[in-house]
């Protein structure tokens, strides 16, 4: 099941004022009417699987390391 944004907790963490999403939370932001979300994730090891999106993304981490694959290449 996939939660809409206001079913997210906002909470004021590490991050900010915005939705945190933990390891247990199914997100789509290609669900969501916005043009631009704010969300952090605070997780260790996390393993979103094959997945794709219509939307654009950012992705940051201001320590440890992400890992992910783009069409056929392992970006790290």
Do not use: W
């Amino acid at each position: 099941m996939l939660y809409p944004l206001t079913s997210l907790r906002p909470k004021t963490s590490k991050f900010g004022q915005m939705a945190l999403i933990e390891e247990n939370t199914q997100f789509d932001a290609d669900k969501l009417t916005a043009n631009v979300v704010g969300i952090a994730a605070d997780v260790g090891r996390h393993d979103s699987g094959m997945h794709q999106h219509h939307k654009g993304q950012l992705l940051y981490a201001p320590q440890g390391c992400m890992t992910f694959a783009l069409n056929d290449s392992i970006c790290i």
